[in-house]
């Protein structure tokens, strides 16, 4: 198996793993923050989900908005995703939904799936659906699907799911597939980690171009 690279972070007094799975680790509680996941649209979610609850030993998965893919998913679907909460029913599953969503899908009662409204207060943090600002907290959220735009050459570029951190606020890329993504371009202060297939890099910012030494000449008289 290749190696996973994360990036740690402090956050207050928490410790966050951003992860190449496009999720959040909290070492101090065992908890697993995932963005967006929209189970039922593949089984690979749902395989990742187990990956990470295995190798990480997660006691909690709070999923930030978006569980269910649609309200009355295929049955084969649905289906799929029972069984995955069979195999982990010692997992403590909350959700944390908007009610400025329109869209809210509440997950039907056989998957004991605790359904609360942003925001979730644990440890100094408030876990949200959408970014927003709380009093005496840092805020993680999703419901934006950052992403940024990486590559050389002019024709080299690609969009890369990322995750977007402020002193304030840190926003997840969506879990699940099939979301679509939003560019993002951070201000002063703000950092980018970039989410690849097994690693989570941070992406700095350009520097700006030397002047040509006409100009510095020209500023120097």
Known sequence: MPAVTMVTLEAHGQTLWLLPERAVFLPESDTLIVADAHVGVTDESLAVLSDLVRRLEVNRIVFLGDFLHVARAEPAAMAAVLRWRERHGRLELTLV????????????????????????????????????????????????????????????????????????????????????????????????FGAAADRVFELLPRPKPPKPLAELRDARD
């Open 97 to 192: 939904r908007s009610r400025l969503d329109p869209r809210i899908v509440e997950p039907p009662a056989v998957l004991d799936v605790q359904a609360v409204d942003e925001p979730l207060m644990h440890r100094g943090l408030a876990l949200c659906h959408r970014p927003q600002p709380i009093a005496g907290a840092f805020v993680l959220a999703g419901y934006v699907y950052p992403c940024v735009s990486i590559g050389g050459r002019r024709h080299d570029w690609q969009r890369l799911p990322c995750f977007w951190f402020s002193p304030y606020f840190g926003v997840l890329p969506a879990f699940g597939t099939f979301t679509g993504m939003q560019a993002i371009k951070p201000a002063k202060g703000e950092r980018i």
